[in-house]
């Protein structure tokens, strides 16, 4: 798998950029697996399943009206919302990726 260091990644939660006050940002990808060993195998056998992931930023607090603090605490404790993970603010390609999805704030 190939490394990507992020220099200048972009995140952004319910439409707000928050890339500038990014310190490190991390997305992991994960495949479940479902059993499918039947009588008279040797070994277990699994095939994959559904595919799950998940995003951590750690980010700079700011107060500035509509950035950090105005666009996360009011997430706490509330319904999924969107984001998205880029390891380049540039536009999205085959060798700079975006992965959006619907989250739930935690911790």
Known sequence: MATIVFTKGSVSINGVDLSS???????????GNVEETAMGDTYRQRKANLLDWNGSVDLNQDYITGF???TIFPLVGTTPFSCTFKADTAATTGSNPSYT???LLQD
């Open 21 to 31: 006050g990014v310190i490190a940002a991390t997305v992991t990808v994960n495949a």
């Open 68 to 70: 950090v603090d105005a």
């Open 101 to 103: 999805g619907v989250a």
